[in-house]
């Protein structure tokens, strides 16, 4: 379920955003806690709705929030 | 409830739930000669297994905090990837038990048609077998750890 070449800065933007918990995280973009902590790890990649909700929570756009390695195609 | 414990629950309660009737019916099969006793308890064993399927919907129906977020697009995944590994288990077995049948009475022999309700049970309780333990997998490599 998780992408070797998928990285993630949502553990960074969440303490830049008042501390924010993956429980509160969670409730905005409307999943579990668990999903939260599995795209932290890299264990999962989230669908591009999802990958959307997360950016707009933050503010950002969807590339400061996942990047993609760029040696890959 | 969260999906991982779902997941549990259908491991150890389900599980149960359908090997015991299972084996009441191989029981009364084979040691009272009661040839329509399999399909009764295959019928048990479907409306239990239906019931549990229920239980989920039965749980979140009474669920107090129901805005709370228990099932999302990662559980959903997981789902249809443990069904997915348990239609492949589930052909594995319907085949093997065929070759099986085939390789000890002949191909000339017979068999009781008690063996087929029998299998299908088997057939259940594989399915139900791996699924939870699919789930329980892939639910144990998206890390728990972390905050």
């Given at each position: 379920?998780?992408d070797n070449?998928l990285?993630?800065?949502i553990?960074?933007?969440?303490?830049e955003?008042?501390?924010?918990?993956?429980?509160?995280?969670?409730?905005?973009?409307k999943?579990?806690r668990q999903?939260?902590?599995?795209?932290?790890?890299g264990?999962y990649a989230?669908?591009l709705?999802?990958?959307f909700?997360?950016a707009?929570?933050f503010?950002?756009?969807?590339?400061?929030?996942?990047e993609y390695?760029?040696?890959e195609v | 409830?969260?999906q991982?414990e779902?997941a549990?629950?259908?491991?150890f309660?389900?599980?149960?739930m359908?090997?015991i009737?299972?084996?009441?019916?191989?029981?009364?099969?084979?040691?009272?000669?009661?040839?329509?006793?399999?399909?009764l308890?295959?019928?048990?064993?479907?409306?239990?297994?239906?019931?549990?399927?229920f239980?989920?919907?039965?749980?979140?129906?009474f669920?107090?905090d129901?805005?709370?977020?228990?099932?999302?697009?990662?559980d959903?995944?997981?789902?249809?990837?443990?069904v997915m590994a348990?239609?492949?288990?589930?052909w594995?077995?319907?085949?093997a038990a065929?070759?099986?049948?085939?390789?000890?009475?002949?191909?000339?022999?017979?068999i009781?048609?008690?063996?087929m309700p029998?299998?299908?049970?088997?057939g259940l309780v594989?399915?139900?077998?791996?699924q939870?333990?699919?789930?329980?997998?892939?639910?144990?490599r998206?890390g728990?750890?972390?905050?």
């Amino acid at each position: 379920m998780g992408d070797n070449n998928l990285s993630n800065q949502i553990r960074r933007l969440r303490f830049e955003h008042g501390q924010m918990t993956q429980q509160q995280l969670a409730d905005k973009v409307k999943v579990t806690r668990q999903t939260i902590i599995a795209i932290e790890a890299g264990k999962y990649a989230p669908s591009l709705p999802l990958a959307f909700r997360l950016a707009r929570t933050f503010g950002v756009p969807i590339e400061q929030v996942f990047e993609y390695d760029k040696n890959e195609v | 409830m969260t999906q991982k414990e779902e997941a549990w629950v259908g491991l150890f309660l389900g599980v149960p739930m359908l090997v015991i009737p299972s084996a009441v019916a191989v029981f009364i099969a084979y040691d009272k000669g009661l040839s329509f006793a399999p399909v009764l308890m295959f019928t048990g064993t479907v409306m239990w297994g239906g019931f549990l399927w229920f239980l989920p919907y039965i749980q979140r129906k009474f669920h107090k905090d129901k805005k709370k977020i228990i099932f999302d697009e990662r559980d959903q995944l997981i789902h249809k990837k443990s069904v997915m590994a348990s239609y492949v288990a589930l052909w594995i077995y319907f085949v093997a038990a065929c070759v099986t049948t085939w390789c000890i009475v002949g191909p000339n022999g017979s068999i009781s048609v008690n063996v087929m309700p029998l299998t299908l049970i088997g057939g259940l309780v594989l399915f139900n077998l791996v699924q939870g333990l699919a789930s329980l997998i892939q639910y144990g490599r998206g890390g728990e750890h972390g905050r």
